[in-house]
């Protein structure tokens, strides 16, 4: 550990390293480290969430290294954003520090750094979503088809030739306007039923 270490760690901050390794100078109002991981390097540094609480890990503006890896951080390059009892990023205040590669349980998987699998969980509310729907076009085509069954008219009983001839395009009975609505609601049922099917594959792949 570095002369710069050794002061902070003495003084209770053993993570209040600037980029170069300088020491900082945490103020009174320093109550935690927000975590963000790739400080340094070139691109953006990337939200660290708690698992337990789904926010943005924060960890004691005491914490150390091997709190860090507690709370399931892997090896890699952090930025730390002094934030105050409010929860309020402190200007200026900005730590760096690195977990090496042999730091923490080599033999447990870190879950800590990416964000929550939003498609995975818009996936599960399609599903069910599709569901539902499926359940309650079921319903209606059952209440169709009674309705169907009450609507239908006794055959005409036929007395004479007669010379008349039936209209080339007569109207649409009742009946077959029903049947032709059924017909749509039994295709998007039948859809959801093939798109859930697709839905669920996907989410397993993921």
């Given at each position: 550990m570095s002369s710069n270490e050794n002061a902070q760690s003495a003084r209770g901050y053993p993570l209040a390293n600037g980029a170069n390794g300088e020491p900082l100078d945490v103020p009174e109002n320093a109550v935690a480290w927000r975590v963000r991981r790739g400080g340094g390097r070139r691109g953006r540094p990337r939200i660290v969430f708690d698992n337990e609480t789904g926010r943005q890990l924060e960890v004691s503006i005491h914490a150390t290294i091997e709190d860090l890896v507690d709370c399931g951080c892997p090896a890699g390059r952090y930025r730390l954003e002094a934030v105050d009892k409010?929860?309020?990023?402190?200007?200026?205040?900005?730590?760096?520090?690195?977990?090496?590669?042999?730091a923490g349980d080599d033999d447990e998987q870190s879950t800590v750094g990416a964000a929550p699998d939003h498609m995975t969980l818009f996936?599960?509310?399609?599903?069910?979503?599709?569901?539902?729907?499926?359940?309650?076009?079921?319903?209606?085509l059952h209440t169709i088809a009674q309705i169907t069954q009450s609507l239908v008219p006794p055959a005409p009983i036929v007395v004479g030739g007669g010379g008349g001839s039936a209209p080339s395009n007569p109207p649409m009975k009742p009946t077959e306007i029903i049947e032709s609505v059924a017909g749509g609601l039994r295709a998007v049922k039948d859809m959801l039923g093939t798109s859930g099917g697709a839905a669920s594959g996907g989410g397993g792949a993921a």
């Open positions: 409010d929860g309020r990023l402190i200007p200026g205040i900005v730590a760096v520090t690195e977990i090496p590669t042999d996936v599960h509310e399609m599903k069910a979503q599709s569901a539902i729907l499926r359940d309650s076009l079921a319903a209606a």
